[in-house]
């Protein structure tokens, strides 16, 4: 496995980012040892708050929302998947599976021993880190779900469609272009730089490129499987689940009561909608996110 590294000069002087990164090494199944990046915000005496971005983004989505919820007694953790941000980056696309992805993040999550955890996760976020409550529900202590699911082969939406079909056929991956297309208000060019900070060039972009082919939309995909048993663990669970989709969101409209109809955390809860947001709502709200986050925590101690 070739492993890329993006130089820490990408990512000096990123607007409302001084945070340093925290470094963790898991050894992949090919024996590379691979190195993810992640934020570890506020007390360290606090539980966790997990925040799990999603493509193509990288922790910096989490900026504000990370100073809100530190600033309010919670620590937050915000990593890097493989192949974003500060985390090493496989230079062959087909390094880059589902199950793979789960099983980096698993390692990371035992090898850092998380516990009592709130999961936020949000897009690819959530089709990892809804395989992590299942395969580990005893470290969870509750869940938010915003913009995302968990597929099992049972279709796409036409938005979702159209995303694959640009995202496998542009020639230039346009990383800050993609970020802005899925917000409601415009991001400035500091901003929009940030998004394309830890690519120095198309090469580090194979795990970003590979992640919309890899969402198991048909009934053949890989991770179906996978996904279905993750299910049957969910469909069980019944520690506080809370859902927060964006009100402008095409991708996953209509998710949110899918996961509410299937788990049974989610039952007496006041699920909400994010208004005034797109896909990727922690650039539109970060305050509400953050205020939903610590209400949540408070109401289900």
């Known amino acids: ?3 890329l590294r993006t130089p820490d000069e990408r990512f000096e002087a990123l607007p409302d980012f001084p945070y340093a990164p925290h470094y963790t090494e898991i050894a992949d199944e090919s024996g590379a040892h691979l190195r993810i990046a992640a934020i570890d915000e506020g007390p360290r005496t606090a539980a966790p708050v997990l925040l799990l971005h999603g493509e193509p983004t990288w922790s910096f989505l989490y900026r504000k929302i990370i100073a809100r919820l530190a600033a309010a007694g919670h620590r937050a953790v915000a990593p890097d998947l493989i192949g974003f941000g500060r985390s090493d980056k496989p230079a062959d696309r087909a390094d880059y599976t ?5 099983k980096w993040m698993s390692d990371w999550l035992v090898a850092t021993d998380l516990r009592d955890i709130t999961l936020f996760c949000q897009d690819w976020g959530g089709l990892i880190g809804l395989r992590l409550v299942a395969a580990f529900p005893e470290r969870f202590a509750r869940v938010v779900a915003a913009n995302t699911f968990m597929p099992e082969g049972s279709g796409a939406t036409p938005a979702f469609e159209a ?4 995202s496998q056929g542009v020639p230039v ?3 800050p272009m993609i970020v802005n297309g899925g ?3 415009e991001l400035s060019e500091a901003d929009r730089n940030a998004y394309e900070a830890p690519y120095p060039d198309e090469s580090y972009k194979a795990g970003a490129r590979q992640f919309p082919a890899l969402v198991p939309v048909k009934p053949e995909m890989a ?6 048993e993750a299910w049957k663990v969910l469909e069980r669970f019944e520690k506080p689940f809370l859902t927060a989709f964006a009100d402008q969101d095409p991708i996953t409209r209509g998710a949110d009561a899918r996961l509410q109809a ?4 989610c039952k007496g809860q006041h699920h909400t909608t ?3 947001a797109g896909h990727f709502l922690q650039e539109d709200q970060p305050e509400e996110i953050a205020k939903v986050i610590d209400d949540f925590i408070r109401a289900t101690p």
């Open 274 to 276: 994010i208004v005034n």
């Open 223 to 228: 991770s179906v499987k996978e996904n279905r």
């Open 173 to 175: 991956f346009p990383t």
């Open 262 to 265: 299937r788990i049974p955390g």
């Open 183 to 185: 917000t409601v208000r």
């Open 98 to 102: 589902y199950e793979r992805h789960v």
């Open 163 to 166: 995303w694959l079909a640009f």
């Open 1 to 3: 496995m070739d492993v």
